[in-house]
DNA sequence: TCGTTGCGAAACTTGGACGTATCGAAATTA
DNA sequence: TAATTTCGATACGTCCAAGTTTCGCAACGA
């Protein structure tokens, strides 16, 4: 019997480097968020940015999907705590979460990925909104259904409509809008705007 | 002196074959829309798709992305006709036409192209946008400030920010909606929420 | 008819990425 | 210390698409 039997048994041999490992996700993720497609990503590429052999990223994982999965499964969602006073700050908080977001190439990952690449790599896909989109989402869809009940949102309010344009509201700024940072006040005005409404 | 002077006069030779132009044009939207992306595409492909030999296509277009700029150029934005009786139907025109749109793969490529590729090819963006997003953005810019002027909407409504509400939903619809096909009233539908708003 | 140019097909060269193998060094167990 | 495994680096053969060239034929003007 060895002296540690904490969990599995240590082969013989030197230890895969976590370090190593953690290198090799982060340049994964951070050539995505620079705008490459899956497609476009090379192991050669990955490795040299993360400053590793090839050999170590194969030991590893058998193809580039299955790193990029992981990598992606690694964008764990931070939620912004909601402070549950009303249904307008709770969501102005979601919304500026993703505005924080957008604004780091890292988190950039999720748009660039979850626009484009839902065609061609379906498992990919699945698995990543599992991951990193379903939780917000959801947070989002609880947070509107509260308003319902407590009659801060009409009550004939269509859930999935209200996330549409408060969701919808934000990428379109962040897609289409005016060049450069999103306004540090843009989650405010879209919740606003949203309930509110255009007509007078 | 030649006997036709009308515009060019006309080289010696066979002369280019229209219709193969607008195969290769045809057969690179068709590539798009079925979700590739510029750089998946390959002038082989191409070539193969539109039954055309790969000179064909190098005598017109010096590289892959001169090809993709003039396909794109040649999506010409069929505005809907706008009935002008009111800003919510006129709205709702705009919408559905969006909508009718995101069921042809063809009409795929705007979406597709406009959503993923921007970091990347930058160039290519600025001139499709201004020829497939730009007109149609207009359009519903007008209708929006008409409907402020004429006092159909707010008065004080923030004029992007109804348009990021409104597009947006839509968008939203498109990509993390429920599977299939949009609902045949999704545009009166979003128009509706938004006019509304989410609060009673 | 003849010269010119475009046509599709195919051969060719080049370059990049893949995935594997091999190297000496490093890290760990026995 | 010896055995084992991973490390980063690099070389290798393979494949695929890019882009160029060549070929025989077709379409046009003169």
Known sequence: MTIQET????????PRSEKAERAIIEATLDLIGEGMGVSDLSI???????????????????????????ALATLKAPMP?????SVRDDLIS????MRAE???????????????EADRYPRLMERFMK????????????VIERGVASGELRAD????????????????????????ELPADL???VVDAALSGMAP
Do not use: F
Request: charge should be positive; glycine fraction near 10%; proline fraction near 4%.
């Open 81 to 85: 705590r909601l402070s549950g006073t």
């Open 7 to 14: 969990g599995t048994a240590r082969p013989a041999g030197r």
């Open 102 to 116: 957008s604004g780091q190439p890292r988190s950039r990952c999720v748009m660039n990925i979850a626009m484009s």
């Open 157 to 180: 309010l269509d859930v999935e409509m209200g996330m549409a344009l408060l969701s919808g509201a934000m990428i379109w700024h962040t897609k289409w809008g005016p060049e450069g």
């Open 94 to 97: 979601l919304l500026d979460a």
């Open 44 to 70: 050669e590429a990955i490795a040299s940015r993360a400053g590793v052999g090839k050999t170590t990223i194969y030991r590893r994982w058998s193809n580039k999907e299955d790193l990029v999965v992981d």
């Open 131 to 142: 991951r990193a989109v379903e939780p917000r989402r959801e947070a989002m869809r609880a």
């Open 187 to 189: 989650a405010e005005r």
